[in-house]
Each structure stands twice: as C-alpha cells, then as structure tokens.
Nanobody, 120 residues
C-alpha cells in the first residue's frame, strides 16, 4: 500500500556530508510519521530521526547537532541531511513510514535501505 525508495548513500570521509532522500508512493495520504533508521553490522537497528506530518521531530542523541531531518508532504518525501559524519555512522540506512489507514490500524513500511560508509 505504501512503497518507499531511498537514495543518496555513499562513501565519504570522516567530517563529510551526505543527504539521503526517501520517496513514498501508494497510499501516502495515510502516512503520519516518516523517519530514518540505521543498522550497522552486528548491531541492532536504531532510530536515527523521525518527523510527523505536522513537523514534530525526534533525534537519536548520537546524531543531535549533526543530522537534520525534513519532509515535504506535497512531494511525499523525507530527507536526512548528515553533516560531520563519523565512522560510527557507517550503516545501512532505512526509510520508515508509519501509516494509519484506519483509526484502529497502524502499519509500518520500510525502504530497501541505502549504504552509508564513513572512512576514518
């Protein structure tokens, strides 16, 4: 019902920047929250940042002051601007959308992931 496609990952040196983009399609009218998660090898998936339709934002403590999440509701896109990247930011980054097609029904949707590698 909702499809998510990420782009913008790549290889950068420590201190560099990347901008991730996620395009949502399908039943986008039902999406409330969009966000970014990441998973490094051997580690649990963790929330990086998320943003509600009305603009409320959460950041992981590890990225506060360095990453900025934003969304364009009209274009059904969410972005993650990543500055001052560190090797520990290396992970596969996944776009997430939380949809509410019914008051009693919430659904999570995930993109395919995009690799971010930060070299020291």
């Amino acid at each position: 019902q909702v499809q998510l496609v990420e782009s913008g990952g790549g290889l950068v040196q420590a201190g560099g920047s990347l901008r991730l983009s996620c395009l949502a399609s399908g039943s986008t009218f039902s999406i409330n929250t969009m966000g970014w998660y990441r998973q490094a090898p051997g580690k649990q998936r963790e929330l990086v940042a998320d943003i509600t339709r009305d603009g409320s934002i959460n950041y992981a403590d590890s990225v506060k002051g360095r990453f900025t999440i934003s969304r364009d509701n009209a274009k059904n896109m969410v972005y993650l601007q990543m500055n001052s990247l560190k090797p520990e930011d290396t992970a596969v980054y996944y776009c997430n959308a939380k949809s509410r097609p019914l008051v009693t029904l919430w659904r999570d949707y995930w993109g395919q992931g995009t690799q971010v590698t930060v070299s020291s």
